[in-house]
């Protein structure tokens, strides 16, 4: 399988350096597969042209590595993949372009983030849907396209069309995000993977689709190629990429955040909450191990990274943008190791059993619950109390019956306008009873904020142990 990038940037040679592999000789990389090529026909001034050409081994494949195994179908000796574009094409692009396709360029690091003019071209493409899916695929993202078909044999013209196609595009792009479409795109074109999907393939899937995916018209098809069909692993990569929408990419608009922000610095009521949820976790002196989920910008999470009772702690949240805010605001890139290595940052989904939650002594649900809806929160409830199971979960959330305080709130109005309820004090004791009986919890509640003796404290926190 053929795949060729070329540039006329100026100089164009440059494109050496982005891709780190020297124009001036062939270089040659040995993949589980087969062997990966990489060399330059074209390499000017004016015009430079970088090509990867993987060798992959269909029967070495098959019978495996010092394996001789007897009647195997011939299918799987005479086939299309060691010669289409393919999920094998993806990995490659991961473990020879692998800097590249991250955007890092160690000796010019600002041409990683220029745009050049670039141009794919991919001898052999699979599109399993004709010409059309080509053009819906890419044209969202701003290439140009071009196809020619391949018959599926010039000496039996009657046989028809081959689902084939020499694809080129055209775009003035970063070089990563380039290779980022490729990676993505040429398995759903295929509609087909070498390998086991697991999901650990939903991640790579959000991680790499950041930034295009949630907007792209053709997501659900992506999603659902990507990841074979597999409709579980579908279906959380989808609703991810709703959850990731919802969360605002600026600073909410004055008027949906005032309230809350005025409410917040009027009674220091979220240092109040963040004070009790910290020593309710280090009242417990086997608490060890705390995972923070919707960690929002991480200001919990820096407060736990001072205490050394609490030697692994790891923050979730399904936002992209509150994890960089978070990872600037623990300063991870300049901890200490002994301090980095106690702290981790995940992008995940608390709608999902997710095996990464499991095995922590505490989990704190901070202001968290109010902003799911009755679906999502029956679900969120499976996912902590069911199946990711602390012997401690700490979860906080409005109270409703403290917002008269505020005059300007009108009546029925909630402090934020992403909140989908705001529970009183019996409604919260309610919930948290259920679930207690129901997942083998004991629950206490705790006010946080200065109290009223008709209507109890702003925020209120319920500590479930089992």
Same mark, same amino acid.
């Given at each position: ?10 100089? =164009?040679?440059? %494109?050496? !350096? ?17 062997? =990966? ?39 799987? !000796? ?64 701003? !290439? ?11 000496? +039996? ?38 390998? +086991?999907?697991?999901?650990? *393939? ?20 992506? =999603?659902?190629?990507?990841?074979? !069909? ?26 949906? =955040? ?8 009027? +009674? ?9 949820? %910290? ?121 409703? *019956? ?36 129901? +997942? ?27």
């Amino acid at each position: 399988m053929l795949l060729t990038i070329s540039t006329t940037y100026r100089p =164009a040679t440059h %494109l050496g !350096y982005l891709l780190h592999k020297n124009p001036s000789r062939c270089q040659s990389a040995q993949l589980s597969f087969g062997w =990966a090529h990489v060399f330059y026909p074209v390499a000017t001034e004016t015009m430079c042209t970088a090509v990867l050409l993987l060798d992959v081994d269909p029967i070495d494949m098959v019978r495996g590595k010092g394996r001789r195994t007897k009647n195997v179908p011939l299918e799987q !000796y005479v086939n299309d993949r060691p010669y289409v574009a393919s999920s094998f094409l993806s990995v490659a692009l991961a473990q020879v372009f692998g800097s590249a396709l991250k955007g890092q360029c160690r000796e010019m690091p600002a041409l990683a983030e220029t745009s050049l003019p670039l141009q794919a071209k991919i001898a052999a493409l699979p599109s399993r849907g004709g010409e059309p899916i080509l053009h819906r695929l890419f044209e969202p993202l701003g !290439y140009e396209v071009s196809a020619r078909r391949h018959c599926l044999d010039e000496v +039996f013209p009657q046989w028809g069309d081959s689902p084939y196609y020499t694809v080129v595009l055209r775009k003035e792009t970063h070089l990563s995000e380039l290779l980022t479409h490729l990676y993505v795109l040429i398995p759903v074109l295929d509609n087909q993977k070498h390998y +086991f999907i697991g999901r650990d *393939e939903v991640e790579k899937l959000l991680r790499k689709g950041k930034g295009w995916l949630k907007d792209h018209p053709e997501r659900d098809m992506i =999603a659902r190629r990507y990841l074979k !069909y597999r409709s579980s692993l579908a279906q959380e990569a989808l609703v991810r990429l709703a959850e990731e929408e919802l969360v605002p990419t600026e600073d909410p608009a004055p008027a949906q =955040a005032d309230f809350e922000e005025t409410i917040e610095t009027q +009674f220091n009521l979220n240092e109040d909450r963040l004070d009790s949820v %910290l020593a309710t976790l280090k009242s417990s002196s086997g608490c060890r191990r705390v995972i923070d989920l919707g960690c929002g910008d991480g200001k919990l999470l820096r407060r736990l990274l001072k205490e050394k009772q609490f030697e692994k702690i790891t923050g979730v949240d399904v936002s992209i943008r509150s994890l960089e805010i978070a990872a600037r605001r623990l300063h991870s890139d300049t901890l200490a190791p002994a301090r980095r290595d106690r702290i981790e940052l995940v992008h995940g989904s608390l709608m999902y059993r997710d095996t990464r939650f499991e095995g922590y002594d505490a989990a704190t649900v901070i202001e968290v619950v109010e902003h799911l809806d009755p679906p999502r929160l029956a679900a969120f409830e499976r996912v902590v109390f069911e199946f990711a199971r602390p012997p401690m979960v700490v979860v906080t959330t409005p109270n409703r *019956e403290y917002n008269v305080v505020w005059e300007n709130l009108r009546t029925g109005q909630l402090r934020h306008a992403d909140h989908r309820f705001e529970w009183t004090r019996s409604e919260f004791a309610t919930w948290a009873a259920s679930v207690a009986e129901r +997942f083998g919890y004991v629950v206490r509640h705790l006010p946080v904020g200065p109290q009223r003796a008709d209507m109890g404290s702003p925020t209120q926190m319920a500590v479930f142990s089992r």
